[in-house]
């Protein structure tokens, strides 16, 4: 990153603006409610199975992946706050194909994780206080995820998610210092090394430090948050990267409790969200029952600060999207938080989906959001590079050497990965 864009208060302002910035800086930011909407049930369990097959040896790879999502978000904020346009009104003058992607996969994407995201933050409470079945458990949650948001009051989102980020980091990171890791192996997975028949996991870790369509709703939540003009690109920064950090460091605690729980020894555990459940029974039966409930908070704080997140911030990107196909003003009350777009997207997510967790889900609507899903990643990389490289960012914003390198990576990486999954999905659903 160049001088101008360090990490430094603007001395241009008064001394009383800069106190005022200082104080905001102390305030959890946009950075870490998107970082924390991102790291959810599959990606715990992704890391666990990494370090459960191979120990310490894709350390290296959480590292990328906390830097590639460092630069993505930073990108999109950089964008919005450099351009006065949100990310949609970016990427739609880069072409109506943006549109066509975009437009089915926020629906599909939507209906699928809507009914994901309250089984994953149910699971844990089905196991805790199993007096209901979890369907009912994940439509509470649901529920609950759609009072809070409801409001369209940003700063009860910002909260909420805090309040569990600061619950999910404590006990993984409580977790990885009781299991006494060992730090000469630690540092020998600092060694960009992959492991023989490890491409994939190596990918996937890589890939799933925090966030997928999130990532691009951060210019929505700093907007929401007020943080809406060029003066606001260094606490931008400092935001996204504290945030950041802190999820690489709750990612790098869970590949710890994989490889000194489960590797070391010879555990395996399921695939999908109950592979959290399996490690919970490993725990209890190493550690005592008060570390595996503690484990299972820890689990469901993870999991419902997706909800909360996505619930909010998918629905900012909904609303502007539909506003914009229907040619609304800027600034639109029906485009932003709270309004009538934002709300059916809001419904969308919440009661539809109740019908996914009762039913088995249609092969067909897998297959597309497992396809559209997979791409998302070399999307918003590459119209990244679009958007960044170009008029439609002033051009001292524009990206340096550095940036344009990390977003090819990222592009090329997550295109690789993308074409993985799209090929694992055709294949579960017609096995």
Known sequence: ????????????VNPSEQLERVRKWRIVGPGLVVAATGVGAADMVATLTAGSRYGYALLWAVIVGTVMKVVLVEGAGRYSLSSGRTIFEGWRSLGRWTSW????????????????AMSSSALPLAALFPI???????????????????SGRYAAVEKITAAMVGIMFLVMVGLAII?????????KGLIPVIPQGGVVYTLALAGGVGGTITLAAYGYWLREKGWHQPRWMRVMQL???????ITGIFVLAMLVVGAEVLYSAGYAISAGDRGLLDLDAVLRERYGDVIGVIFLIGFWAASFSSVVGVWSGVSLMFADYWGNIRNRPKDHPDTRNGGKYFKFYLLWLTFPPMLL?????????ILLYGVLGALFMPF???????LLNTSRTPKNWRNGMFTNAVLVICAVLFGILGIYQVWDTVSDVFS
């Open 1 to 12: 990153m160049r001088d101008k864009t360090a990490l430094l208060p603007d001395t241009s």
């Open 101 to 116: 992607y975009f437009g089915p996969y926020i629906l599909i994407w939507g209906f699928v994780y809507g009914a994901t």
């Open 132 to 150: 209901l079945p979890l369907w009912a458990w994940a439509i509470m949650m649901g529920l609950i995820g759609f009072g809070i948001v409801w």
């Open 179 to 187: 299991t006494l890791p060992n730090i000469p192996e630690m540092l």
């Open 239 to 245: 935001d996204n990267t504290v945030a950041y950090a």
């Open 357 to 365: 967790l009762l039913l088995d889900r249609p092969v067909f609507l």
């Open 380 to 386: 918003l990389a590459v119209t990244l590079l679009g």
